[in-house]
Each structure stands twice: as structure tokens, then as C-alpha cells.
């Protein structure tokens, strides 16, 4: 078992229909379409597991080291410590300590964390929500008006990233109110309300520039989709 949940089992049935609700309910004022993601994790972070799995090498054979020294023999002038590990076990060891290091820190990715910038992070959070933006379709809608909410759990950071006649007339600056509305409520143990504030303050945002026609389709799914 992984110290990390899954995103589908944070967001369970009750809090997608919640999610779902709150999409068409914002999207009632705005000809734009509003798409939530919610990712597990966005980054693989080998190198940080590969560092993890180093430490671990290094602390195992110098206990190994130290298990299998001997001093010289009394009344030697050389009384340095020797070891008895010969070089192929020693190779043996720091291969089999290194490789269940690294399998640790897949298994309990908070073993990681240590070893990973915030630019890393901030970096892998950004392509993964750029990519969700086109993987979920949030581009090329009609208007394009399309806006995606992406939150990366592990990294617990959000992104909204919206198509060009949306960043077209509205500041970039206005988005960070409804970041600031999911990483909130994240923090505070309310993952699925906090999601629901970011919809309808989306679709508050949409409606000034998009108001919904009277011809209006949803031409995106109201679910919210789930990266694990």
C-alpha cells in the first residue's frame, strides 16, 4: 500500500456529483465550457527516486563497512581498520540496496520529496495541465471559450488554463482567485467543495465577456475527469 491516495478515491460519487452540479450550474450564464481535472500526480520524479535509492546504498554499505571491519593486529604501528567485504559483494550490495531504494520511493512517493525542487514541480504541474487542456478537449470549442481547472494532488498545486479568445479578454492575474479557491480548500480538508467555489467563480468570470446564447449547446461532458 502507497502512502499517496489515489485521486479517484479522494473524489468519490458523491463529491463528482457535486463537481457535476456545480458545471452546469456555472456554466447557465456563460457560452464558455468549463472542464475540472483532477490528477493524482503530474510528475514521475525518477531522479528524485534514483537520489533516495543512492542514500540508501551509501547508508547500507557503510553499516555493512562497519559490520565487517577489523583492526590491525595488537602492537601494529598501522592500527588503521580494514574490511573483509570483498569488492564483488560490496558491487552486489550497493545494486540490491540502490534498486530497493528506488522501489521504496515509488511505493511511498513521500520518500521523494525531499529530493525534488519547487521549480521541478512547479515545471511538471504546468506541462501536465497543458496537456490535460487538450487530452479533455477544453480547446476549440465554438467560442473558444473553453477553461480548464487542473489540481495536481501531490504536488498540491492548481492551474487554469483557458483557450485564446478567453485569454484574450480576460488578465491572467483574474485566474489566481480560483486557484486560490481550490488549494484552499485542499489544505483545509475540503477538496470537493473547494473544486465546486472554483466552477462558480469560473463561470462568474466567463459570463462578462461569453454570455450564454439563447442557441447554447454543452459541447463538453459535465464530469470531472480523473487522472490517477
Known amino acids: 500500500m502507497t502512502d499517496m ?6 473524489f468519490g460519487e458523491d463529491s ?14 456563460t457560452g464558455g465550457e468549463i472542464v475540472p481535472v483532477v490528477a493524482t500526480a503530474s510528475g514521475r520524479y525518477d531522479r528524485a527516486e534514483d537520489i533516495f535509492g543512492f542514500l540508501v546504498s551509501l547508508a547500507g554499505l557503510s553499516a ?3 559490520i565487517f571491519a577489523r583492526s590491525g593486529e595488537a602492537g601494529d604501528w598501522d592500527s588503521s581498520m580494514t574490511t573483509q567485504l570483498p569488492l564483488w559483494g560490496a558491487l552486489i550490495l550497493l ?17 521523494r520529496l ?4 519547487r521549480k521541478e514541480m512547479t515545471n511538471e504541474v504546468d506541462q501536465a495541465a497543458a496537456a490535460a487542456f487538450y487530452n479533455f478537449r477544453a480547446h476549440g ?22 483557450d485564446d479568445a478567453v485569454a484574450q479578454k480576460v488578465a491572467p492575474e483574474t485566474w489566481a482567485g480560483v486557484v486560490g479557491l481550490v488549494t484552499d480548500a485542499m489544505a483545509a480538508g475540503a477538496p470537493a467543495d473547494g473544486m465546486a467555489a472554483a466552477i462558480a467563480r469560473c463561470g462568474e468570470i466567463l459570463s462578462g465577456p461569453f454570455p450564454r446564447p439563447d442557441d447554447d449547446t454543452n459541447e463538453i461532458s459535465n464530469e470531472l475527469r480523473i487522472v490517477d
Not at 491516495?5 to 479522494?10: G, N
Not at 545494486?95 to 520518500?111: D, K
Not at 525531499?114 to 525542487?117: L, R, Y
Open 5 to 10: 491516495k489515489k485521486a479517484s478515491d479522494i
Open 16 to 29: 463528482r456529483r457535486e463537481i457535476r452540479q456545480a458545471v452546469a450550474e456555472a456554466e447557465k450564464s
Open 64 to 66: 555493512a563497512w562497519m
Open 95 to 111: 545494486l540490491v540496496l540502490f534498486s530497493s531504494g528506488a522501489a521504496l520511493a515509488t511505493l511511498f512517493p513521500s520518500l
Open 114 to 117: 525531499p529530493f525534488i525542487t
Open 141 to 162: 470549442t465554438a467560442s473558444r471559450a473553453g477553461a480548464l481547472i487542473y489540481v495536481s494532488l501531490y504536488e498540491r498545486m492548481a492551474r487554469v488554463i483557458v
